[in-house]
Structures are given as C-alpha cells and as structure tokens.
C-alpha cells in the first residue's frame, strides 16, 4: 500500500544513486587516466624510450639499475651504461629476461661486466638486441646445468655483436650464444669476442639447431676449450657468412671433436676467408670446416685453414656427403696434422671445383697433408683443380700412402692443370 512516507522516499533514493553514479564515473575516469599514463591508452606498458644504467644493484623496481632499465626501455630504445659503473661487475642472481628488442650501449670507452650469475639473458622470440664493445657478458654454471650466457627458445637478432661474451660450466655444456631452434641472425657483422670453457662437457661460440647467418662479416674472436666436443659456430641446418671471415676462430679438445666451423647441412662464405680457422684435439678428429651437404666459398680463401689430432683424423675441409666450391680460388693455406691416424687437406665425397665440373679450382696458395696411416692434400669424388706457380700440395704419411691428390673412384675425374 502506498503511503506518502514511501512516495516521499522514492525521489530521495533516486538522488542518492545519481549521486554515488556520478562519483563512481569520477572514480573510473581518474583510474582510466592513472592506467593510460602506466600502460598507454591502448593496454600496452607506456615505456619510457632510453633507460640508464648507473648503478650495479640489481633490484628491478630501482631506476637505475640494469633489471630496470630491461623492463622500462621502449621497443628499439637503448639500455645506456653510464661512465658511473665502468670498471665495475654487476652480478645479477637470476635470468635477465630481454622481453623486446633493445640495444645494450656503451656510453664510455671503458668496461662494463654483467655477470649473470649462472642464469642467462633470454632473448624473446623474434626480437633484436645489438651488444657494443666494452660491454661483456659472462655467466658459470656447476652441477648439471649448462652455461648459457644469450639465449633464445626460438628466432633472434643480434644487429651488431662487438661486446665480449664468456659462457663457462664446470661440468656440462657452455654456449656463449645459442639458439635452441630456428635461425640465429646476426646482421651488422661480428666483432667482438665469444668464448666457451666447459671440464667435460661441450664448448660452443655460436650454436643453433636451426640455421646462423651472419652479415656484414666477421672480424673478431671465437675461442673454445674442453674435454669433450669443442665447435667455433654450429648451425644444424646451414653456417652462412656474408662479409668476410677475418677474424680467428679457435676450437680446442683435450678429448673429444674440434670444429672450427660445423653444419649437418651447408657451409656458405659469400664474401671469402682471409682470417684463421683451427681445430685442435688430442684424442679425437679435428676438422676446421666441415658440412654433410656442400661447402661454397666465394671470394678468395686466402687465410689460414688448420686441423691438428694426436690420436684421431685431422681434416681442413671435409664435406661428408656433398660438392666443395672454391669460386675464386686458393691463395691462403690449407693443413692437415694427425700424428696417429690419417690427415686429409680438402676432402669432398661429391665434387671439388671452381664452380662447375669445368671450371678448376686456382691454387695458388698451399694445401698440406702430414699423416700416420694415410695422407692426401685433395681427395675427392671429382676433381678439377689447377695448381699455379708457387702453388704447393703435400702429402707425407709415416705409415702408410700419400697422396697429392687422389680420386675416389665410384666417380672418376681427375684433372690437374700445371701451368
């Protein structure tokens, strides 16, 4: 039954509710405002553009700080290390996750050292990173756990790698850089240093299960030292440089395989060979270049090629099922030591030429083979090679035969042209 105390209350209800929307729409819009100004007006994080870095603590809500400025840099922006932490290590405890492309800057000419304290800088699928010098990157490992100082599930970039990264495991596998699957780019060329210690487990510069393509060439260092299986660059599917190799790439074994570089698909210089490829072991085969598939350098190998075993094979080139092609020529030097076992300079199971069956390889340079059971500077399946003036091929077993070149005969062609 309506009264006129209930007819009364009815408008006075109305107000109030008019009242709290009206302060609820207030709220709302000041929470909108405060959300766009963290987040942006379209849900994603509002991150600044450049970060500093000009402390070596660690906390990642501290401005200033190196997981900080991981978080907060814009995409593309740069992470700045500022003189304040040069000469100085920042030891992180735990991974340093690098969630968008970023670059990693060097505002001084001094040094800057991240140690990731075991963990790793895991890199987003997809994204890019540059490293500048005098900035390095290390991480050690013990116990069963692999040193992965970079690292990406997937795709990455690296548009520019001139710092200096150092992965180290007492017990299992190290990788200064490595891609579980897909393609490990680095465009911008290569610089800088990357260095793989491990006691017994394998030692890797550049390793991906997928493919490594570098561009813009490289010019610096790889070095590895262990026990078991050393490999300068790896890439399951395919190795391929564009711009020359000048730089040193050093794959050392006290008791396993040495690759300088490695492929169970193709090798590809685009741009020549000028600098120094070697793989060293004791107890195991040494091979400074080999591929399943093919081998192609074009662009003169003018620079050093050399595999040195104690007890297994040694192999300069070795290309297992596939053609070696020298495009330009030979002018640098090819060896191959093994003190207990057979050494081969070139070997390719399919051809070796200067690009096609008709065209012979230009040796102007020297290709060497020293051995115990058996030694060759050239085997191959097909040979086409012509050999100038100061050109050398060598061969010497203590053991067993040597040859200046010998063919496989399933498929006979052998042309050596003397000048």
Known sequence: MMTLSNFMERPMRRSAGLARLAASGCFLSMLFMALCLLFGPFGAMALAADQNVDSTGTNPVTPGTLPYAVVNVGVGENVIFQPAVVGQTINLSSDLDVLRSMNFVNSSTGAVTTDIGGGSMNVATGSTISIDSGLTWQTTTTGVISARTIYGANSFSINGLNGTIIATSEDMSAFAVKVESGTLSITGGMSGTLTGISNTGTANGLHSLGDVSITGGLSGD?????????????????????????????????????????????????????????????????????????????????????????????????????????????????????????????????????????????????????????????????????????GTLSAVSSGGAAYESKMQTSRPLLIIDRP
Do not use: H, K
Not at 276 to 294: E, F, K, P, Q, Y
Not at 298 to 317: F, K, P, Q
Not at 376 to 384: D, H
């Open 222 to 390: 790889i070095s590895n030292t262990t026990a078991s299986t050393s490999t300068g660059i790896f890439g399951n599917n395919s190795v391929s440089i564009t711009g020359d190799l000048s730089g040193n790439i050093v794959s050392n074994s006290t008791g396993g395989t040495a690759y300088g570089l490695m492929s169970n698909g193709i090798i590809t210089l685009n741009n020549g060979l000028s600098g120094d490829v070697s793989a060293t072991t004791g107890t195991a085969n040494a091979m400074a270049l080999r591929a399943i598939n093919d081998i192609t350098i074009t662009g003169a190998l003018s620079g050093n090629v050399s595999a040195n075993s104690s007890s297994g094979g040694a192999w300069g080139l070795y290309c297992t099922g596939g053609d070696i092609t020298l495009n330009d020529g030979l002018s640098g030097n090819v060896s191959a030591t093994s003190v207990n076992a057979a050494a081969y300079g070139i070997e390719a199971n399919g051809t070796l030429n200067g690009g096609d069956t008709n065209t012979p390889v230009s040796i102007s340079g020297s290709v060497i083979a020293n051995g115990a059971t058996a030694a060759a500077a050239i085997q191959g399946g097909q040979i086409n090679l012509r050999l100038e003036d100061g």
